[in-house]
C-alpha cells in the first residue's frame, strides 16, 4: 500500500512570495490533515478535511493561507504572501475516517528568506 | 486549550530501558498517542491507548497510563540505536471527529 505523497520536498522562497504544497494521501482515507511543525516543536493542526469538507480550521491563518481538497482526494496548501515566521516543515497525513490512527507523508520543508 | 508537555531529551545506553514520560491537560482526552519521527521523515504512529486503560503492551514498548495524574509513559527495552529520534506524546479529544494536540517532543539518544 503507498503511502501519503507530498511535494515538494523542499521549497526556499523569499517573503512576500507564494508557495504551494501538494498532498495525496493513501487511497480510500476519508480524511485529510495539514499539520505544521516549526523546529524543535510538535505538529500543530492547520486544517482537517473529512472528504471535500471542512471540519476544523481554527489554527489556519486565513489572512495568508489557503487549502482545499477538490474531490475529496488530493489536496493543496497555498500561502499568499510567506512570511518569515512560516519557515517550517508542513505535514500532510490521512485517516481512514474519524478513528484515532493517522499516516503521515514525509513533509515538505519550507525555508522563507 | 489542551497542552502536553515533554521532557527535551534523553540519552541511554545500548541495551538499557529508556522511559519516556508526558503530562496532558485535557481531562476528556480520549487516545493518548506515542509517536516517532526519525531526522528528515514524517511522524510514524507508535502505539496508542484508549483513555479507560492501563497499560498496553506490545513487543519491546510498554505504554502506561495515569489518568488520575494525567501522565503517559513510554518504555522502550532493550533501546537499540535505531530508536535514535525524536518521540512525540499526543492526545485526541472526540467531539465528532479526532483533533489531535501534540507535544514538543523528546530527543533519545542511544549510546552505541
Known amino acids: 500500500e503507498a503511502g501519503v505523497a507530498q511535494s515538494p520536498r523542499y521549497k526556499i522562497i523569499e517573503k512576500r512570495q507564494s508557495v504551494a504544497f501538494w498532498c495525496n494521501p493513501i487511497s480510500g482515507h476519508a480524511t485529510l490533515y495539514w499539520y505544521q511543525q516549526i523546529l524543535g516543536q510538535g505538529p500543530k493542526l492547520l486544517i482537517q478535511?473529512?472528504?471535500?469538507?471542512?471540519?476544523?480550521d481554527s489554527q489556519l491563518p486565513k489572512d495568508r493561507f489557503s487549502a482545499e481538497r477538490l474531490k475529496g482526494v488530493d489536496s493543496t496548501l497555498k500561502i499568499q504572501p510567506a512570511k518569515l515566521e512560516d519557515s517550517a516543515v508542513y505535514l500532510c497525513?490521512?485517516?481512514?475516517?474519524?478513528?484515532?490512527?493517522?499516516?503521515f507523508g514525509p513533509g515538505t520543508r519550507l525555508t522563507v528568506l | 486549550g489542551e497542552d502536553v508537555e515533554q521532557s527535551l531529551f534523553l540519552s541511554v545506553r545500548e541495551g538499557d530501558s529508556s522511559v519516556i514520560n508526558c503530562t496532558y491537560t485535557d481531562s476528556s482526552s480520549t487516545y493518548l498517542y506515542w509517536y516517532k519521527q526519525e531526522p528528515g521523515a514524517g511522524l510514524q504512529l507508535l502505539t496508542y491507548?484508549?483513555?479507560?486503560?492501563d497499560m498496553k503492551q506490545d513487543q519491546r514498548l510498554t505504554v502506561l497510563l495515569n489518568k488520575k495524574d494525567k501522565h503517559l509513559s513510554l518504555r522502550i527495552a532493550d533501546t537499540q540505536t535505531g530508536d535514535s529520534a525524536i518521540y512525540f506524546c499526543?492526545?485526541?479529544?472526540?467531539?465528532?471527529?479526532?483533533?489531535?494536540?501534540f507535544g514538543t517532543g523528546t530527543k533519545l539518544q542511544v549510546i552505541p
Open positions: 497525513a490521512s485517516s481512514p475516517g474519524l478513528g484515532p490512527e493517522q499516516f
Open positions: 499526543a492526545e485526541s479529544t472526540t467531539g465528532g471527529y479526532q483533533k489531535v494536540t
Open positions: 478535511f473529512q472528504n471535500n469538507g471542512v471540519v476544523d
Open positions: 491507548i484508549f483513555s479507560n486503560m
